[in-house]
């Protein structure tokens, strides 16, 4: 019990980024996932799922499948390809604007919101340099 009140209390003290910290981080694709492109340019996401005993004892008795798999459309496919390490979230707005002739506010404002939901489902991640801030005022 007092594991997982201390475990919800760190979860809570999250870096408090700015907004120009959260520009210079590099989006980076998990790599336990495998992906693959089609003919139409679209993103398909093979996600493994988690080896939980209860989870192989369901799945063998319901029979499903040992993974899942995620199509993104195409902004979200063009957003993963960006996410390789080296184009930080601040170059993906940018060629999102260029691309699908969005304004810098809903290229940003999208693209968090996307990647956050990426983020918290574990199939994206974010490396951010030394010199951020992250929080320190």
């Known amino acids: 019990m007092l594991n997982s009140i201390l475990y919800k209390l760190r979860l809570k003290k999250r870096p408090d980024f700015n907004r120009g910290d959260v520009l210079k981080a590099l989006p980076l694709r998990n790599q336990?996932?495998?992906?693959?492109?089609?003919?139409?340019?679209?993103?398909?996401?093979?996600?493994?799922?988690?080896?939980?005993?209860?989870?192989?004892?369901?799945?063998k008795l319901f029979m499903l499948p040992d993974k899942r798999v995620?199509?993104?459309?195409?902004?979200?496919?063009?957003?993963?390809?960006?996410?390789?390490?080296?184009?930080?979230?601040?170059?993906?707005?940018?060629?999102?604007?260029?691309?699908?002739r969005?304004?810098?506010?809903e290229a940003e404002t999208s693209?968090?919101?996307?990647?956050?939901q990426l983020g918290k489902r574990g199939i994206i991640g974010f490396a951010v340099p030394k010199d951020m801030k992250g929080g320190k005022k």
């Open 32 to 59: 336990l996932i495998k992906w693959e492109v089609d003919d139409k340019q679209e993103v398909s996401l093979v996600i493994p799922q988690k080896q939980r005993f209860w989870l192989r004892i369901t799945s």
């Open 70 to 100: 995620i199509v993104l459309d195409d902004v979200g496919s063009f957003v993963w390809q960006l996410c390789d390490g080296e184009n930080t979230v601040g170059h993906v707005v940018k060629q999102l604007c260029n691309r699908y």
């Open 102 to 105: 969005m304004t810098r506010k």
């Open 111 to 116: 693209l968090f919101t996307y990647m956050r």
